[in-house]
């Protein structure tokens, strides 16, 4: 079965400082993509996600991610975090031959203001 | 359109209680899953619903059950509530684009959660 890798497991950063958090994922065949974040308190929200075509995908909020297929990595990055992006950031992948889900173990991103 | 709508929102059982925990919703989704949030765990897939009528397990599925009561309905049963079943309990819906193979899923929406505590 497909698995996913989230190797951060608490970022902190200031304001304005570049954010790349990192996602790998183990499957030899095609994958589906996505970042979700969940806000304190909230729900999971879907920031984007890559089915096929450019690699680089860009998402909600200034987020964006680039799909390194010889690497199996889907790094999410953002150039600029905001104190609003205190979140935790949850990668995961599905395989087309099925319909389950498999998440990573999320990282925890704090920005201090 | 409400979404997706969980009930409840919070839950005290003690050790060997039942309790069904709730799913709606209202996007015409085909597919609807549950899963468990764990601290450092992520999210796992305890049972999913490809389509009405349908029910699969997913990665976590002992000590619940599920019913798919109608396209709109995905319900997840705690037969003999233990503690290591306390999480928070998230259910998603997806859809297919039509005219696309299965499993070119779109992206899963998900519920506000149900914080289930097992004392």
């Known amino acids: 079965a497909q698995s996913v890798s989230q190797h951060n497991h608490h970022v902190i950063l200031s304001e304005a400082a570049s954010l790349e958090l990192g996602c790998n994922y183990s499957?030899?065949?095609?994958?589906?993509l996505f970042w979700y974040v969940q806000y304190p308190g909230q729900h999971l929200q879907l920031l984007l996600k890559?089915?096929?075509?450019?690699?680089l995908v860009k998402g909600i909020k200034g987020f964006e991610a680039e799909f390194i297929k010889s690497k199996f990595s889907f790094n999410l990055r953002k150039p600029s975090v905001q104190w609003s992006d205190t979140a935790e950031y949850f990668c995961a992948i599905r395989t087309p031959s099925n319909n389950d889900m498999r998440f990573g173990a999320g990282t925890r991103l704090t920005v201090k203001p | 359109n409400a979404g997706v709508t969980q009930t409840p929102k919070f839950q005290v059982l003690k050790t060997g209680q039942s309790m069904t925990l709730q799913c709606a919703q209202d996007m015409n989704h085909n597919s609807m899953y549950w899963y468990r949030q764990d601290p450092g765990m992520g999210l796992r897939l305890i049972y999913y619903?490809?389509?009405?009528?349908?029910?699969d397990k997913g990665e976590v599925p002992n000590g619940y059950n599920v019913s798919r009561l109608n396209k709109r309905e995905f319900s997840l049963r705690l037969e003999s509530a233990a503690p290591s079943q306390t999480s928070v309990y998230f259910c998603a819906s997806s859809a297919r684009p039509s005219g696309t193979p299965r499993g070119s899923y779109n992206e899963q929406f998900f519920g506000p959660g149900t914080r289930l505590t097992v004392l």
């Open positions: 619903s490809a389509s009405e009528g349908t029910t």
């Open positions: 890559y089915f096929s075509g450019d690699p």
């Open positions: 499957y030899g065949g095609t994958v589906n």
